[in-house]
């Protein structure tokens, strides 16, 4: 049986569409962060891409603990924003402009975290109503000024969300009302807090290496 030419060609991208859906995600090359082996890590105010001015401090007040949590020594944040805000640079933009030599020297930590907000808060289409938050890092070496590891998590209030029943009139009031209830509530920030979690716990798979202090695997 001979198909028709067209029928050839959508077969042929279908496959590849399956194919590209079951590839697995390349392994992140640690052979930098494992040389510099950090103990110690100095965070910047995360840069906001998105509409929320809220996105940055928002995020930047949950990393700390999935950091200390998966074993590393975090500057306190608050402090080094205090800094930075002594020294006339008063948005993250202007942070991000500091050489890698000037933060070792007035940090001394052994690396830096920097942080983009790319999606932040919430959104109405029509017969849903989501908040999510996503959040990309990239952490580097202050003594060398080498990239040790980069990485990107989204989390959306979406995930957790189950229409019900009631037809299209249902879903279009449940949408709203979860709408009133997210800008109200201000959900952004709690799950900013998954988001951030996601980022920068511990993972063997891709994620953040575990730091010195890191518990044992069996101790968890």
Known sequence: MTFPHSFRTLAALVLVVLLAGCATQQPYDYSAFKESNPASILVLPPVNKSPD???SYSVYSHITLPLSEAGYYVLPVAVVDETFKQNGLMNAEEIR???????????A????LYIDVTEYGSSYKIIS???AVTAT?????LRSGKELWKGVARASSA????NS???LAGILVTALVNQVINTLSDRGHEIAGIASQRLLTSNPVNGIL?????RPISAR
């Open 53 to 55: 001015v809220k996105a």
């Open 97 to 107: 402009d500091v050489s890698p030599n000037k933060l070792y020297e007035i940090f």
């Open 109 to 112: 930590a052994d690396t830096v």
């Open 129 to 131: 109503s989501e908040v």
């Open 137 to 141: 890092a990239t952490l580097v070496d």
């Open 159 to 162: 995930e957790q969300q189950q």
């Open 165 to 167: 029943g009631g037809g």
């Open 210 to 214: 575990p730091g010195p202090r890191a």
